[in-house]
């Protein structure tokens, strides 16, 4: 695959920045992705997001604040909203999203009143947690409202070594979508929370950063994949369920 290109620009009117990470295509689809809890981490996700890109998909890879005093509602709803604008058909985007984010992603993906009408073409939750309510955007948990919303494909990555957001709770996930005659795959990854990005916890920084190398970054392939696939590219290798 082509090199992707990388461009920052500011999205809100806070000031706020995102990365585009372009796919080589010119009409490649388009996923917009939300780190976890960490404000302002959009670094941490590079070396997935340039990975998807290399797929075939362009990555939006917007920083958040979850630890502002609105729990960073307006930059998740702005990040949206530069996204809409960004493609040319907004129901062809793919939203995704880490611990946190992926809740975020889940919860919005499933909520019974979508944003003007909107709901991405597919969501993709990485390494979180399902059966809480989503605060940040004033959601009930998606594990609450998955019966009522509408059918879309829902595809669900997690390490079983991960300390942070337990395992267990995206197969009881899983489990409650099937029951909901809503089947969805789940991607086990041999990796830890961060792993399941293509990223390490660094002690020195006491935060996150890509992993170029070792099992993160093995790992964080399958992700990639699971990624591309959702936006509708086939990959060389298909993703393992459970």
Do not use: K
């Not at 620009?9 to 990365?19: A, M, P």
């Not at 604008?85 to 909520?111: H, I």
């Not at 790992?219 to 990959?235: D, F, M, N, S």
């Amino acid at each position: 695959m082509s090199t992707a290109v990388m461009d920052t620009v500011r999205y809100s009117s806070d000031g706020q920045l995102l990365d585009i990470h372009r796919a080589a295509a010119t009409d490649a689809p388009t996923v917009l992705l939300w780190h976890g809890r960490g404000p302002a981490e959009r670094d941490v996700l590079g070396a997935l997001a340039a990975e998807v890109a290399r797929l075939g998909a362009t990555v939006i890879v917007p920083d958040w604040h979850p630890d502002a005093p609105d729990g960073g509602r307006p930059h998740l709803e702005a990040s949206l909203r530069f996204t809409w604008d960004f493609v040319r058909d907004p129901s062809e985007v793919v939203l995704v999203g880490w611990s946190l984010g992926g809740r975020a992603a889940m919860a919005t993906a499933l909520r019974p009143d979508p944003p003007e009408g909107w709901r991405p073409a597919a969501v993709v939750g990485i390494s979180a947690r399902y059966n809480q309510p989503e605060p940040l955007l004033g959601l009930p948990s998606p594990m609450a409202v998955c019966a009522s919303a509408p059918p879309l494909p829902i595809h669900l990555v997690h390490g079983t070594a991960d300390r942070v957001c337990d395992f267990a709770n995206a197969h009881e996930f899983q489990a409650v979508l099937a029951a909901c005659g809503r089947p969805a795959p789940l991607t086990v990854l041999t990796t830890d929370h961060s792993g399941a990005v293509m990223a390490e916890y660094a002690s020195e920084l006491g935060r996150c950063r890509p992993a170029h190398s070792g099992s993160a970054h093995r790992e964080g392939l399958r992700t990639a994949r699971v990624i591309a696939e959702a936006a509708g590219l086939r990959t060389r290798e298909d993703h393992v369920s459970g």
